[in-house]
């Protein structure tokens, strides 16, 4: 599941229901709430940090991975887990070519009476979180989120000193049943790394880049935060912002805010550091 944002996050997907449920002694897929609702351990942050050459567009198919997974217990129905991913032959040693992914999920179940509009908390009946190594920095974690939201960047709420390269672009995309949703019915959460690529392509075409620089970026650093879910009909509104590190000039940082295009709700909103235009371009 290599080539595209969208697909490698399905697998880190894969790779963390898998983690969980290992570690906890529980099936993750067969999770039942009050009433025998069904249960989903849902994502709600997710950060991608690259190796010095391993990066998420930088996989291709036959390349083999060593895959180092750990879960933890952040209270309240939530558990993170955190990803070590080096190629194979660096397996057993350290390597500076690592690449680092967290997770952060919530035990929820979709609620609402015209769709998906409602996720309610619903940390199913016989998981039990104690099993789990606390996260020391679990809470400071949840926190972190919070601020970002009301802050309405979650680049500039790392990095205050980021300005602004071009003007600001937005694109509307209507969700697609057929593509978009996951079997609980619910906007599959790798979807989003979709909509954001499709956003930026945009974007960067309209500054009159070619899309072979797009694909040959390396992407350092990608978190995506998820704050509210979208009904199946939703169209979004995804604003993209293309800034610049004063202190690293061969880097960009995309600032990605995703919005209900009906009512303006806030839905997610991604940072992601990438190489920049000059540097994609090159190779």
Not at 36 to 56: C, E, T
Not at 241 to 258: F, G, I, M, S
Request: glycine share 8%; proline share 6%.
């Amino acid at each position: 599941m290599c080539g595209q944002h969208a697909l490698f996050a399905a697998r880190v997907g894969d790779w963390s229901w898998d983690t969980v449920s290992r570690q906890s002694g529980f099936d993750v897929l067969s999770a039942r709430g009050r009433g025998g609702k069904p249960a989903y351990l849902a994502f709600s942050y997710l950060h991608i940090q690259a190796g010095a050459h391993l990066h998420p567009l930088g996989l291709a198919i036959g390349d083999e991975l060593d895959v180092r997974s750990q879960a933890y217990n952040c209270g309240a129905g939530t558990v993170a887990v955190h990803h070590r991913i080096a190629p194979a032959e660096a397996r057993n040693r350290p390597d500076p070519n690592q690449m680092h992914i967290r997770t952060l999920n919530h035990w929820v179940h979709p609620g609402g009476h015209d769709g998906n509009p409602a996720l309610a908390a619903a940390e199913p009946h016989g998981f039990d979180a104690a099993v789990l190594p606390p996260l020391p920095e679990g809470r400071a974690l949840r926190a972190m989120l919070s601020r970002a939201r009301r802050s309405g960047s979650l680049a500039r709420h790392f990095q205050p000193d980021l300005r602004l390269t071009a003007p600001e672009q937005s694109v509307v995309y209507t969700i697609d049943p057929s593509r978009d949703l996951n079997a609980a019915g619910i906007v599959y959460f790798a979807a989003y790394y979709s909509f954001i690529d499709s956003a930026l392509l945009a974007h960067w075409r309209r500054l009159g880049r070619p899309d072979a620089a797009f694909l040959s970026r390396h992407v350092l650093d990608h978190k995506l935060c998820y704050h509210a879910n979208a009904h199946p009909d939703t169209t979004l509104r995804i604003t993209t912002r293309l800034l610049a590190d004063p202190t690293r000039p061969d880097e960009d940082v995309a600032d990605v805010l995703v919005h209900d295009h009906a009512d303006g709700r806030l839905l997610a909103m991604s940072a992601i550091r990438q190489t920049s235009y000059s540097s994609a371009r090159s190779r």
